[in-house]
């Protein structure tokens, strides 16, 4: 197994062991399989070759009817139990992966030609690393601010394609503490193979001591500063006479469109009704929300989902009367806005909303 280990990266996650298993097992079925029909061509070519240039001459076999219902239920039978058991297996790995935790701790990932930018709920940020406690369920929300990425970390056998204009997720719980390789594994372009970064396991002490090291705001609370810079809380204020629905507790509750449909409003949902609010109206309202399309950056619409979300026993800000729609443009982290501006990708870093 050890030689096995310098062939394939290391078990780092909970679902690498049962990965890695089927596929030993189906490399060895193959092999089996392969083996057998080999010894069966050498075995018939040898004992059936021709000894005289007079060929024998062949002699009829004589099956009964029963003899050759046996033969074919074992054709049949036995070839759909193996594949059968693998496409349980394998439905049962895959389900495993695409079915988060409800506890697991949230990141926000953006994927960005060539970078990885990453966005914990407590409001750190990074860019191509990834800290995680060990031991702990992490769940990824991401999504691509110009072409197809793909985020792949080898040693946790977790790869999922991360798109623009659309949110995919990925789990997974890590149980080794340590870096680790992450790669783009779909070409983005002439820096592809530059799209590289590393995941950092660490102890859950020492995870939460570096979590609030930065001493930023917490994502929520970025995405109420935008909320009230962007002035939606002078539509959205929850009361009666609001020209726009009331977003406490719209999180995960189903909606009522104009159309008559009944969706629900995850975080999809919020993503579309922020950047093209036309396509889906809530039904009693009128489509008066302008697009913010091409004014907010992907991290500024994860700010703005994330103080959505926490809108459960408390309704949208009051409105900020110092506020001016020039206000939009600053920004609500110095710290990290620094660093998006350090990084050579060749231009600047959309993390600063315009103006609505």
């Not at 069966?40 to 003899?67: F, G």
């Not at 949230?106 to 914990?120: A, E, P, T």
């Not at 372009?189 to 995870?207: A, L, N, Q, Y």
């Given at each position: 197994?050890?030689?096995?280990?310098?062939?394939?990266?290391?078990?780092?996650?909970?679902?690498?062991?049962?990965?890695?298993?089927?596929?030993?097992?189906?490399?060895?079925?193959?092999?089996?399989?392969?083996?057998?029909?080999?010894?069966?061509?050498?075995?018939?070519?040898?004992?059936?070759?021709?000894?005289?240039?007079?060929?024998?001459?062949?002699?009829?076999?004589?099956?009964?009817?029963?003899?050759?219902?046996?033969?074919?239920?074992?054709?049949?039978?036995?070839?759909?139990?193996?594949?059968?058991?693998?496409?349980?297996?394998?439905?049962?790995?895959?389900?495993?992966?695409?079915?988060?935790?409800?506890?697991?701790?949230?990141?926000?990932?953006?994927?960005?030609?060539?970078?990885?930018?990453?966005?914990?709920?407590?409001?750190?940020?990074?860019?191509?690393?990834?800290?995680?406690?060990?031991?702990?369920?992490?769940?990824?929300?991401?999504?691509?601010?110009?072409?197809?990425?793909?985020?792949?970390?080898?040693?946790?056998?977790?790869?999922?394609?991360?798109?623009?204009?659309?949110?995919?997720?990925?789990?997974?719980?890590?149980t080794k503490t340590g870096e680790f390789h992450l790669f783009c594994a779909e070409y983005c372009g002439?820096?592809?193979?530059?799209?590289?970064?590393?995941?950092?396991?660490?102890?859950?002490?020492?995870?939460?001591?570096?979590?609030?090291?930065?001493?930023?705001?917490?994502?929520?609370?970025?995405?109420?500063?935008?909320?009230?810079?962007?002035?939606?809380?002078?539509?959205?204020?929850?009361?009666?006479?609001?020209?726009?629905?009331?977003?406490?507790?719209?999180?995960?509750?189903?909606?009522?469109?104009?159309?008559?449909?009944?969706?629900?409003?995850?975080?999809?949902?919020?993503?579309?009704?922020?950047?093209?609010?036309?396509?889906?109206?809530?039904?009693?309202?009128?489509?008066?929300?302008?697009?913010?399309?091409?004014?907010?950056?992907?991290?500024?619409?994860?700010?703005?989902?994330?103080?959505?979300?926490?809108?459960?026993?408390?309704?949208?800000?009051?409105?900020?009367?110092?506020?001016?729609?020039?206000?939009?443009?600053?920004?609500?982290?110095?710290?990290?806005?620094?660093?998006?501006?350090?990084?050579?990708?060749?231009?600047?870093?959309?993390?600063?909303?315009?103006?609505?």
């Amino acid at each position: 197994m050890n030689f096995l280990y310098r062939i394939f990266p290391e078990q780092a996650s909970t679902v690498a062991g049962g990965y890695d298993a089927l596929f030993y097992f189906l490399c060895a079925l193959t092999f089996l399989v392969s083996l057998g029909i080999a010894i069966v061509i050498i075995y018939y070519a040898v004992r059936y070759r021709r000894k005289t240039k007079t060929p024998e001459p062949l002699r009829p076999v004589h099956l009964s009817q029963r003899d050759i219902h046996r033969m074919e239920y074992a054709w049949i039978g036995i070839p759909l139990v193996i594949f059968m058991g693998i496409f349980y297996w394998g439905a049962k790995l895959w389900a495993s992966i695409k079915t988060p935790p409800d506890d697991a701790m949230q990141i926000y990932i953006v994927g960005k030609q060539w970078m990885w930018k990453s966005q914990h709920v407590s409001g750190r940020r990074e860019i191509n690393e990834l800290h995680v406690p060990v031991g702990v369920p992490v769940k990824l929300t991401m999504t691509s601010e110009d072409v197809i990425h793909s985020f792949y970390i080898p040693a946790f056998r977790v790869k999922t394609d991360v798109l623009p204009g659309r949110y995919t997720e990925l789990w997974f719980e890590a149980t080794k503490t340590g870096e680790f390789h992450l790669f783009c594994a779909e070409y983005c372009g002439t820096k592809h193979s530059g799209m590289i970064g590393k995941i950092i396991v660490m102890e859950p002490k020492d995870f939460e001591v570096w979590l609030g090291g930065a001493g930023e705001g917490s994502l929520s609370e970025a995405g109420e500063r935008m909320f009230t810079q962007l002035r939606c809380n002078t539509c959205h204020t929850g009361d009666s006479q609001a020209r726009a629905p009331d977003l406490e507790g719209l999180y995960g509750s189903e909606v009522t469109l104009g159309s008559g449909d009944v969706v629900v409003a995850d975080e999809s949902y919020l993503r579309e009704s922020i950047l093209e609010p036309a396509k889906k109206v809530v039904a009693g309202y009128q489509p008066i929300m302008p697009p913010y399309a091409a004014q907010l950056s992907e991290e500024k619409v994860i700010q703005l989902i994330a103080y959505i979300k926490s809108l459960k026993g408390r309704g949208p800000p009051a409105p900020d009367a110092g506020a001016s729609p020039s206000d939009a443009g600053t920004t609500d982290g110095g710290t990290q806005e620094s660093a998006d501006a350090g990084v050579p990708d060749g231009g600047t870093d959309a993390g600063t909303a315009p103006g609505p």
